[in-house]
């Protein structure tokens, strides 16, 4: 039941966010469109940034599902990219209200997530300090979501496979070639 709350507060704020911007919705508006009670919204999450964390991090889970190696990161990423497409009128309008924040800490986290298990794989057998392989994710996860967040501010229209083409041209010897100079450092 309570997953089922929470799916049916996220489906009430992203019809709402059709309507108006995010910083105009109340939880009232929220809980009105739902069907619930106050104290039930804030029994699953603190505030309506709350539910837009939550939310993005829903999406993300599910486009990333077992594409978080290095023969999959490409669909890893062209499904979060098609997820951000899905629900451009959410995206756009988390974007551009006050909590634009959210989407950039949304994105690192779902990036260096994939990245570091990309790199973590590519690393095996090569002696690459831990610390060093985190930095490696940093760099990518940088470059990645500006790429993205770029992509966003653009309004979208790139077409996300092209996008995807030319970061698999960065990555795919440059990665291990990149670990192999950590390991010998």
């Not at 992203?14 to 039930?40: A, F, H, Q, S, V």
């Not at 990645?144 to 770029?150: E, R």
């Not at 229209?157 to 092209?162: I, Y």
Request: with cysteine.
């Amino acid at each position: 039941m309570s997953q089922m709350t929470k799916k049916a507060l996220e489906k009430s704020l992203k019809n709402l966010m059709l309507k108006k911007p995010l910083n105009k919705i109340t939880i009232n508006d929220l809980t009105e469109d739902c069907g619930i009670n106050r104290m039930t919204f804030y029994y699953h999450f603190k505030d309506i940034y709350d539910l837009v964390e939550w939310s993005c991090a829903e999406d993300a889970d599910r486009a990333l599902e077992g594409n978080k190696t290095y023969e999959t990161w490409q669909q890893g990423f062209l499904n979060i990219f098609h997820m951000v497409l899905e629900n451009k009128a959410f995206i756009l309008n988390v974007y551009h209200s006050v909590s634009r924040e959210q989407v950039e800490l949304y994105l690192y986290k779902v990036t260096y997530g994939l990245l570091y298990d990309v790199i973590d794989e590519k690393a095996k057998g090569i002696p690459v300090k831990e610390e060093d392989k985190k930095f490696i994710a940093d760099f990518y996860k940088y470059a990645f979501v500006g790429i993205m967040l770029n992509w966003i501010k653009e309004d979208m229209k790139e077409d996300p496979k092209e996008i995807i083409e030319r970061l698999s041209i960065l990555m795919q010897e440059d990665l291990v070639k990149t670990l192999e100079k950590y390991a010998r450092k």
